[in-house]
């Protein structure tokens, strides 16, 4: 199935409506197909040849139809008219009304013909330019759950007497209820985006994630009635598209591969290649359909853009045929907006907390390191000058040694911090820990640093350590041994955490998997996903060594059975 694309509507305007219309059909601009006649006779012609979907008249050339002259053509194109269409006496009744207008619930034609009564009144009443009669007056009418717009203009005879009035009747209500719709989804949005410092300072990058995950999955479920929807992130690198929120989906929806390729990558990665929304009426018949849920039936995907680019896909499944209407790809489309803003905002915090840390510790270290080295300068002339006092020169060298080391450990501070702080541990003998001794854990990490000195910190605890540097490799030795505890990063080259995590829970579903990743949100695609089916904890690098190993810890005890 092709995209969806908008329908056009056929526009009719007889006489000189055009004029007094024209601000209105300009609004819709590219929407509406616009023919003109002068006469009715032209009109009559028109509408046999193409199919009109709205007929415009001044009130003048109404009020000429009306009259008994005027020919059972031209009363024939009111009568099927889609707006209700009458003419009102002084005294409120009806001098003709289409079929439209008598099918109208009896408590709107009343108010149709008390507007009218009033209309009379108003335009009886005092000194009047004749154009502004001819301008009418526009009211709503509300009715339970229905509402109608009603435009209301006298009709004027030659002498410029108000001899009757014509009221245009439409039900608005599906309009109305849309544009309600809209702007709740709006108000919505403008939550969902307000991931700002104050609100979101103190969370780290899980915990705004899952702000983020919980405001667009009420909002879905209680403005949309989407119930099984999932959000992918377009990975600029790989092209693929990276889950990031699922709700209502299975799980094997994460094992699916989709990259943003116009053919063999579903529905989804269509659309993120051609950056274009897609309603599938029926998966039956829709060859790109990749199954989602059981019994799914239709679909609708729409891209997230930023800045006119395709940075994702919003895609929602209905157990359904037909499920998803125009309606609701414009609604999908306002709010993937306003997912792919708070997606973009929620990085740039990351990134902005990131740096920011950086720069503090370059300050500090920019500070201290002057006054440092001129401390150190002036011990060693001491020294120099206290030949002979051996107990004062060795407190003298002390202090040296002190200093040095301080000017060691700023300068590593002010290096950027990849993976473990503090790794002096890992070069210290054997520790007795009965939690962590003779556990078997495998490290996956592609950075040689990282897995060497995770490796080297656990080794000090009397763990069995083997490591991988790819998820392709951890998942082969999954398959091979059984693991206490597997440590993975979640973006490699190659297999991500998440399919590492997999692969360690469907050997043993009690298996603790801890994930790490850097800040930002392109490498938190896994954790969502993961959290639901018993991730046991995550780090975000860099990471000290108590807080590896307390993750570690807890994690292991939690598959000890309770005594």
């Given amino acids: 199935m092709s995209e969806s694309t908008t329908t056009q509507l056929n526009v009719l305007v007889v006489g000189h409506a055009l004029d007094q219309a024209s601000a209105l059909l300009g609004e819709l601009g590219d929407r509406v197909s616009i023919e003109t006649a002068s006469t009715m006779g032209e009109a009559e012609i028109i509408q046999g040849q193409r ?46 009304a289409n079929p439209k207008m008598l099918d109208f619930p009896e408590h709107v034609q009343r108010r149709v013909r008390e507007l009218c009564i009033e209309a009379i009144d108003w335009a009886t009443e005092g000194e009047f330019d004749l154009p502004s009669h001819l301008r009418g007056r526009h009211f709503t009418v509300e009715h339970e759950a229905l509402i109608f717009e009603v435009h209301v203009t006298p009709v004027i005879d030659k002498q410029h007497e108000v001899t009757e009035v014509s009221a245009v009747v439409c039900d608005a209500t599906q309009s109305r209820n849309l544009q309600r719709k809209l702007d709740a989804i709006n108000n919505a949005a403008r939550e969902l985006v307000s991931l700002d410092v104050e609100q979101t300072g103190q969370l780290n990058t899980q915990e705004r994630l899952d702000l983020l995950e919980e405001k667009v999955i009420r909002y879905t479920h209680e403005l949309m009635q989407f119930d099984s929807f999932t959000v992918h992130l377009l990975d600029k690198k790989t092209n693929r598209l990276e889950l990031v929120l699922c709700t209502g989906m299975p799980s094997r929806v994460n094992e699916i591969p989709i990259y943003a390729r116009a053919d063999g990558n579903g529905i989804c990665g269509f659309v993120a290649a051609q950056g274009c929304s897609y309603i599938c009426p029926d998966t039956s018949k829709d060859s790109r359909y990749i199954k989602g849920i059981e019994g799914g039936k239709s679909s609708l995907s729409v891209p997230l853009m930023l800045h006119d680019a395709v940075i994702g896909v919003f895609n929602v499944e209905s157990d359904q045929v037909a499920a998803f209407s125009e309606d609701d790809r414009q609604f999908a489309e306002t709010f993937a907006g306003h997912i792919a803003i708070a997606l973009h905002i929620l990085n740039l915090l990351d990134s902005e907390r990131h740096k920011t840390a950086g720069r503090l510790q370059g300050d500090v270290t920019q500070e201290i390191s002057g006054p440092l080295n001129d401390m150190l300068t002036d011990v060693a002339t001491l020294i120099d000058d206290y030949i002979g006092h051996d107990e004062l020169r060795t407190r003298l060298n002390a202090i040296s040694d002190n200093g040095a080391r301080v000017r060691d450990a700023l300068k590593e501070l002010s290096e950027p911090k990849r993976g473990v702080i503090d790794r002096r541990r890992s070069r210290k003998s054997v520790r007795h820990d009965p939690v962590l001794e003779g556990r078997s854990i495998l490290v996956v990490d592609d950075e040689d640093l990282i897995r060497t000195t995770v490796s080297d910190v656990l080794k000090g605890f009397g763990c069995d350590v083997q490591s991988a540097p790819d998820g392709d490799v951890a998942v082969q030795m999954i398959a091979e041994k059984s693991f206490d505890l597997v440590l993975s990063d979640i973006k490699m080259p190659t297999r991500s955490g998440y399919e590492v995590f997999a692969a360690a829970k469907e050997r043993s579903a009690t298996c603790p998997v801890i994930l790490m990743t850097g800040f930002g949100y392109d490498p938190n695609h896994s954790i969502v996903r993961a959290r639901r089916e018993g991730l046991a904890a995550v780090l975000f690098k860099p990471f000290k060594v108590e807080q590896l190993l307390g993750e570690i810890r807890t994690a292991i005890k939690s598959t000890q059975p309770s005594s």
């Fill in 51 to 96: 199919p009109i979907d709205v007929v415009m008249l001044s009130p003048h050339v109404l009020g000429r139809l009306l009259e008994p002259a005027a020919g059972t053509s031209s009363n024939d194109i009111l009568e099927y008219l889609a707006q209700g269409v009458c003419v009102v006496d002084h005294g409120g009744d009806f001098v003709w």
